[in-house]
């Protein structure tokens, strides 16, 4: 593994979600018993674990090829990589994007690396790919790609 990375949520949505989740359970602790309450804060808890979870990503560069989430590239398809600021992230998401890319975008996170894909039989031109720092996931892929 040259280059690991998991995107996590910020504490921030951590603490909102969790406010709203036991928002429920104050709601319900009134008019019922007490092991519907303790099932509730349960539920809960696993509402907020689950959403969590759910948002959080891995970035991976190895030998073996690009793993983004649950997908992967090898390196023989993987072409140039263009780091890109929170203006360009915007601008690539936007009207001018191209539908077919595969994205995995993070809005609390201000970079990404954009990789354009040398595969004629993939229906993505091109990978659009969120990240805490771009320089050094743009690095790691270059130096995987002419390593392989």
Avoid: C, Q
Avoid at 43 to 66: E, K, N, Y
Avoid at 81 to 100: C, I, K, M, Q, Y
């Amino acid at each position: 593994m040259t280059y690991a990375e998991r995107l996590r949520p910020p504490i921030l949505w951590w603490v909102v979600v969790a406010v709203l989740a036991s928002t429920f359970v104050v709601a319900v602790a009134v008019f019922l018993p007490g092991w519907v309450v303790l099932t509730s804060l349960a539920v809960a808890v696993a509402v907020v674990v689950g959403l969590m979870a759910a948002f959080t990503a891995t970035v991976r560069v190895s030998p073996a090829g690009l793993r983004v989430a649950h997908s992967t590239i090898d390196w023989a398809y993987v072409g140039s990589v263009t780091r890109l600021g929170r203006s360009e992230v915007r601008r690539r998401l936007g009207p001018g994007a191209d539908h077919r890319a595969f994205v995995l975008y993070r809005s609390y996170v201000d970079e990404a690396v954009e990789i354009s894909v040398d595969d004629p039989a993939d229906p993505h031109p091109y990978w659009l790919v969120s990240t805490r720092d771009g320089a050094k996931l743009a690095a790691a892929i270059e130096n995987a790609r002419t390593a392989a």
